[in-house]
């Protein structure tokens, strides 16, 4: 397990390079392995992990054998890689990562493209785990982007590009129209293509890309429509309404923007049933109440800290309007204790306006990743705010201290990075 860690955290100085040579030529040099099953490809700004969970979890619920590979990771590399969400083991993950080192060492010394990056390999691990394990088919989240991705080699029968935001703006362009068109690489002829956007203009490239590639467009909002019931701190209650039925469900993942993920969720359920697939009625309704997903509005109690913990990752401005929409509507508390902490290449000035407001005390602090923006930057965006700051220098001493401020009818918040809310499950020994 350490050997392979250390392997693929060294490949880290390789960054993001663009292009697919590197993981096809590996693929093809294993004989292809990510041809063997069928798939469904989510890009997308947010929400692709919480599509990830729901759609899976239908899959599941209807007793088919699901691959889910999803990035990054909270704790370590292991829950990357899942079947029927069981984590891969460390005796085969380190298996699969010697042979995707040698592998990685030959497409190098081989060929002009270089080095493969820490993502291609894990990917490279991911398709030969599912066709090794036999997957009915995989559920793949996109890494960045969605033209280069590793991940885009696959050829799956159903893509889906959740909403497009302002995220990574430093490679995949400055604005909406840019990366969405980035993003709709993932769209396949004569292949449905689902989607939650309902920004006009880009809406539009939606609509034009997939008239020019004869791909079938389900809009979630249009195609698939809902009536919100209910939503607290326990779930969400919704009727939806698709082009072949109506489901009264009880969603798991907190938050009403869940509604429009689970949507996309049920739409490439639907168009997989018009497909062949046998999934019931009964497997999307349980599917909706059985999708775990940690990091995410998650509720935790913590020993010897005495209100409820939210641990959320949200990192750009859009996840952290979606979580600051959350801490207004579903949870009630006295005062809020924001224990805050971003990446360096992160809108910290864009997350601090949409969550400052609401907190009562701020415990800033930074990940332990050498991306992390070091704590005393990200004090100096909290300023302007004018709410009582302390800088910690770790997640540990920010929670710690904001838990001896807090009272009971309290409620502490972890959130800027999912790097941080891992810290919070490891120092707690929490499954990730």
């Excluded at 663009?18 to 030529?25: K, S």
């Excluded at 924001?338 to 306006?353: M, N, Y």
């Excluded at 965006?381 to 770790?394: A, D, E, I, N």
């Amino acid at each position: 397990m350490a050997s392979a860690e250390s392997y693929l955290k060294a490949l880290r100085r390789f960054g993001i390079k663009p292009g697919l040579e590197r993981i096809r030529t590996m693929m093809e040099w294993a004989s292809e392995p990510h041809r063997t099953f069928p798939s469904v490809l989510i890009g997308g700004t947010n929400g692709k992990g919480s599509v990830t969970a729901f759609l899976s979890a239908i899959l599941q619920s209807a007793g088919y054998r699901v691959g889910v590979y999803t990035s990054p990771h909270l704790v370590d590399y292991h829950e990357r890689f899942r079947i029927n969400g069981v984590m891969i083991s460390p005796e085969r993950f380190e298996a699969l990562s010697v042979w995707a080192k040698e592998l990685a060492e030959r497409v190098e010394r081989e060929t002009p493209y270089g080095a493969p990056t820490e993502f291609e390999v894990l990917t490279a691990v991911a398709f030969r785990h599912f066709a090794e394990e036999q997957v009915d088919i995989a559920v793949v989240e996109v890494g960045l982007g969605g033209r280069w991705d590793a991940t885009n080699i696959l050829e799956p029968d159903i893509s889906i590009v959740t909403v497009i935001g302002l995220d990574h703006t430093d490679r995949l362009g400055p604005d909406h129209f840019t990366i969405a068109k980035d993003k709709l690489g993932i769209a396949r002829p004569n292949r449905p293509l689902v989607t939650a956007e309902h920004k006009l203009g880009v809406l539009h490239l939606f609509e034009a890309t997939a008239l020019q590639i004869s791909a079938r467009l389900v809009r979630v909002g249009a195609e698939v429509t809902w009536q919100l019931h209910h939503a607290d701190a326990t779930g969400t209650d919704a009727t939806f309404v698709t082009w072949r039925g109506n489901y009264r469900v009880h969603l798991s993942l907190l938050g009403t923007h869940q509604l429009p993920n689970f949507g996309c969720a049920l739409a490439a359920a639907e168009l997989l049933r018009e497909r062949g697939w046998a999934i019931g009625d009964d497997a999307i309704v349980k599917g909706a109440r059985q999708a775990q997903m940690a990091g995410r509005l998650q509720l935790l109690s913590l020993p010897n800290v005495p209100c409820p913990v939210l641990l959320d990752g949200a990192h750009n401005p859009s996840a952290a309007t979606v979580l600051a929409r959350a801490l207004r509507t579903l949870f009630r508390y006295r005062q809020l204790h924001l224990v805050f902490g971003v990446l360096a290449d992160k809108d910290a000035a864009g997350i601090a306006a949409k969550l400052l407001p609401l907190a009562d005390t701020v415990w800033v602090t930074q990940p332990q990743s050498e991306r992390a923006l070091p704590a005393q930057r990200l004090a100096d965006f909290c300023v302007p705010f004018g709410k009582p700051t302390r800088v910690c220098p770790s997640v540990k001493e920010a929670l710690l201290a904001a838990a001896q401020a807090a009272q009971g009818d309290d409620l502490i918040c972890v959130t800027g990075s999912l790097y941080l809310v891992g810290e919070v499950l490891a120092l707690f020994a929490l499954p990730p």
